[in-house]
Structures are given as C-alpha cells and as structure tokens.
C-alpha cells in the first residue's frame, strides 16, 4: 500500500520580532515548520475540545428529571456488559489466546 501524502499549503504569517528571534535561537531551522504545525494543531484541538466541552455542559442543563432518570438506567445497564467484557477478555488472555497491549 503506497504512503499517504499530505497535502500542503504555503502560508505567510506576521509574527512580533522578538519571537521569532526566540523561535530561531532554539528551535533548529530544518525543524520549524514541524515544530510549528505540532503546536498549531494542538491549539486548535484544545479549541475543538473546549467547544465540545461547552456544548456537552449545556446539554446536561437543559436535560429533563426524565432524561437523566434514562441515561442513569442505560449507565447502569452498560456497567455489567462492561464487567462482562473484561471477564472475556482475562479469560482469553489466561487462556494464552490473547496477548493485551
């Protein structure tokens, strides 16, 4: 299977001068636009995590007595197939059928 490539775009961004003369001093040059893109990506997944964040509290506010009477019922239905799950799986690896990891 041939490797992915992934798809670039050249951008140009004005930053203060005293961080770039920050960024250059410590990070090497053949590394910065990796070095970059990883933080970059992670701000923004911080964003999309803060944003679900904010919508799954709301969504809990606005739930009625009813509603959170059904998600506990279905939490507790849940937790014993979880149980059974990991008893399936300690047999398999007892067994020698499965190694975890």
Do not use: C, H
């Not at 961004?13 to 970059?40: E, F, G, Q, W």
């Not at 999309?48 to 507790?76: F, G, H, N």
Request: hydrophobic letters at 35%; charged letters at 35%; zero cysteines.
């Amino acid at each position: 299977m041939p490797a992915t490539r992934r798809q670039y775009e050249v951008v140009s961004v004005s930053l203060p001068r005293d961080l770039v003369k920050r960024a250059n001093a410590v990070i090497p040059k053949a590394r910065r636009s990796r070095v970059i893109t990883s933080m970059l990506t992670a701000f923004l997944d911080s964003v999309e995590r803060k944003q679900l964040e904010r919508a799954y509290a709301a969504y809990y506010t606005q739930r009625s007595d009813r509603e959170e009477k059904e998600e506990r019922e279905l939490l507790s239905e849940w937790q014993l197939s979880d149980q059974e799950a990991w008893e399936i799986l300690e047999s398999e690896e007892a067994g020698g059928r499965r190694k975890a990891g």
